[in-house]
Structures are given as structure tokens and as C-alpha cells.
């Protein structure tokens, strides 16, 4: 078994062992698998999304770091993703947006933080638009969704049709050398190519992406954090963000980080994360650890 097989294998054991249960939710767009289970701490529930060819699981060193802020850890597959089934009906924007609301609705009574890398960036903005009463704060991270003069030579840069493709691809994805360079690659190609997010990044079409009145709208707290050396998105991408997002918005751009500034600095990220929730208003998340 290879070093990616045993990374999948071993982190939804992970978060198992770490009491979160595994269970599918049934919508109209078909099931959404999620892991949900207790935190250690007080604060409100940490409700996590994840990216394009991502799956939650990926999420489980980065849970087990949050756990002790919060009474409740929930972390759905995005459908034709990890374990949640493609939607009825296709793939689309608004197809996954409208399965994992009627998901997050059936499992989410209460106002949580949200948290979203990539992709799940873009759908933490549209649950937040959805369910401003739900969301506590959102927490960004290199998030999807801003327009692009041509959203199809955009897209493009998701085609790992080669190992040279993903290889360029994972050089604007990491903010960082490693030597698992290769393994990396070879990984991403894999789970980028599949069924689930192919067919996503076929289907996503202009009207899809967000608009400046959505984003400056937002009400509730926000932190985001863009990595200095993301290659994935592009810097017109940051531009509209910071543009757009309302003047309350935390916005930190820190330097060696990429695309998921989890896997290239998972400390930093904890702190910033750590000091945002400790300056929410009114409702403070607990410390217990």
C-alpha cells in the first residue's frame, strides 16, 4: 500500500477513534455522507467543507487541533466526493449547494463557525448567504467562487491530464518544497480526475460564481486567509475578495503558505484561527485545553 493509499485509509479511523461517527444523510439530491460527533470544549460547533477532490476526512488533524474549542465537530462529503454518492440529478453548482444545505439543515440546529478551504470556502460564503442565522463566524481559507474573465481557461488548470500537469499543478499548490513532490502529484491527479470533481469543474458556468453584493452582504465575523504563494487561484481572485468582502473582514495573507495553509503551516493557522475566536463578540469560544 502506497504512503496517499495509507494517508485515506488511516484518517477516517482517525476521527473515529476520536469518538465523531460516521453516517449518511438522506436529501432530495441523494446521501450525504458525514462524520459528526463531540468536541472537548464549549464553544460553538466548528461545521468544516472541503475543497475540490478533497474529502472531509482530510480535515482530521486540523479537527483534532480545534477540538477543544468547540462542543461539536461536523464535516460532510461534498457529493461525488470521499464517501457521499454523485447527486441525483448531476453535477452541478447549485446541485451541491442545495444537497449540503438540505444536509447541514437536518444535522445543524444552532449557529456554528464554519470553516472552508478552496471549493468549501465558496460553499461556507453560499450556506452563510443561505443561513445567515446558522453562522456564528466563517473562517476562509483560499476560498473558491470569485469571477474570472474567462471561468473555462480558469478551470482548465484542474485538468491533470499528466503527471507533468500534476506536477505543475501541486508547485502552485504547496507554499512550500517537499519531497514528497512526487507522491503529492500522483495523489492529487488521482483524486482530481475522478468522476465527482471532473464532472463539477465541467459543469460550472459564469452565472455560478459570486458576486460582489453577496460577498459585501456578509454580516457575520470572517476570517480569511489566502497564502502568500497560492498558485492555484490567482491574485485577481485575492483582489476581488479584499474588494468586496465587508470592512469588518480579517483578512491575513501569510507567507510560505498555498492553497491549503493547513498542510503548509498548521500551527500559524491554528493561531490565527485560535485568536479570531477568542475576539468574537458576545459568545467567546471556550478554551478546556
Request: hydrophobic share 45%.
Amino acid at each position: 500500500m502506497g504512503l496517499i493509499e495509507e494517508f485515506e485509509r488511516l484518517t477516517p479511523w482517525l476521527l473515529e477513534r476520536r469518538g465523531l461517527a460516521r453516517r449518511y444523510v438522506s436529501t432530495p439530491r441523494g446521501h450525504i455522507h458525514l462524520f459528526d460527533g463531540p468536541g472537548r470544549g464549549a464553544g460553538a460547533p466548528l461545521l468544516f467543507l472541503h475543497g475540490l477532490g478533497s474529502r472531509a476526512a482530510d480535515y482530521a488533524l486540523l479537527m483534532s487541533r480545534l477540538r477543544h474549542r468547540t462542543r461539536r465537530l461536523i464535516a460532510p462529503d461534498v457529493p461525488g466526493h470521499g464517501s457521499s454518492p454523485m447527486p441525483v440529478g448531476g453535477m452541478s453548482v447549485p446541485t451541491v449547494e442545495a444537497a449540503l444545505l438540505s444536509a447541514v439543515d437536518q444535522v445543524l440546529d444552532e449557529p456554528a463557525i464554519v470553516l472552508g478551504n478552496s471549493m468549501g470556502g465558496f460553499a461556507a460564503i453560499r450556506f452563510a448567504l443561505a443561513r445567515p442565522h446558522r453562522v456564528r463566524a466563517l473562517v476562509l481559507m483560499s476560498p473558491g467562487g470569485a469571477p474570472e474573465p474567462d471561468i473555462q481557461a480558469f478551470l482548465k488548470r484542474f485538468e491533470l491530464n499528466s503527471r507533468a500537469d500534476a506536477l505543475w499543478f501541486i508547485d502552485r499548490f504547496l507554499g512550500r518544497p517537499s519531497r514528497l513532490r512526487p507522491l503529492l502529484a500522483a495523489g492529487v491527479q488521482s483524486r482530481m480526475m475522478a468522476r465527482g470533481p471532473r464532472a463539477l469543474v465541467e459543469s460550472v458556468r459564469d452565472v455560478d460564481m459570486l458576486k460582489p453584493h453577496e460577498l459585501s452582504g456578509l454580516s457575520m465575523p470572517i476570517l480569511m486567509v489566502w497564502g502568500r504563494e497560492d498558485g492555484v487561484l490567482t491574485p485577481q481572485q485575492l483582489s476581488f475578495f479584499r474588494q468586496h468582502l465587508p470592512p469588518h473582514a480579517q483578512i491575513s495573507t501569510p507567507a510560505r503558505t498555498g492553497h491549503v495553509p493547513y498542510l503548509d503551516d498548521m500551527s500559524g493557522l491554528i493561531e490565527m484561527i485560535e485568536s479570531f475566536l477568542d475576539r468574537l463578540p458576545a459568545t467567546r469560544a471556550a478554551r478546556t485545553g
